[in-house]
């Protein structure tokens, strides 16, 4: 009953991370709307572009997926998975890794465009809408995929002790988690 009534009031961790994946699906239209720009006026708009680049590597990459894979794949990857599921999450671990590759894809489109190298807008406009094409089915399968078998095999002790190492993890990212605001105006 105590573990019902947890989950009820938000303290599932669960919900940490689907309140995170609204706040991502939120920046898609932003990123959206920079390609749309970039393409009509073939320059940067720096300014939003460096916003959303810092909102990617600290929120997506360094807070967000950092949680899932440090915390949440790691204990999962520790319990006698299903089959099925544990190809799942691996799934799920190869897709992070490409995603972080995207990112870092971007981010040297972006160097190479800060040094001199206006032809790499494409590229970036390219490196963006792989990034906006990838979200949404991402972060559908794991609202609707990931998180209902996942949960299935944490234990009230485990969900303590997840939502424990969350608070530790945001404490030591206040200052990383400082580009939200930012990010905020434009969405």
Known sequence: ????????????????????????ERVIPVIEGEVRCIQAEHHLHFPVLDDLLEFLRSYVQDYHQQREEIIL?????????????????Q????????ERQL?????????AYDEGAPDVLEEL?????????????????EDRYFWLFGKTYLSHFDNMAILRKFYQAEISSVYTLDIIPRIALYI
């Open 1 to 24: 009953m105590q573990h019902v009534i947890k989950e009820e009031l938000g303290l599932c961790p669960v919900n940490s991370f689907l309140a995170e994946h609204r706040l991502i």
């Open 73 to 89: 794949f790691e204990l999962l990857s520790k319990k006698q998975l299903a089959t099925d599921h544990r190809t799942k999450l």
């Open 91 to 98: 799934e799920f671990i190869d897709s992070h890794t490409y």
């Open 103 to 111: 990112f870092e894809n971007l981010l040297a489109a972006k160097k």
């Open 125 to 141: 406009c390219k490196g963006f809408q792989a990034l906006i094409e990838f979200y949404p089915l991402h972060l559908h399968n």
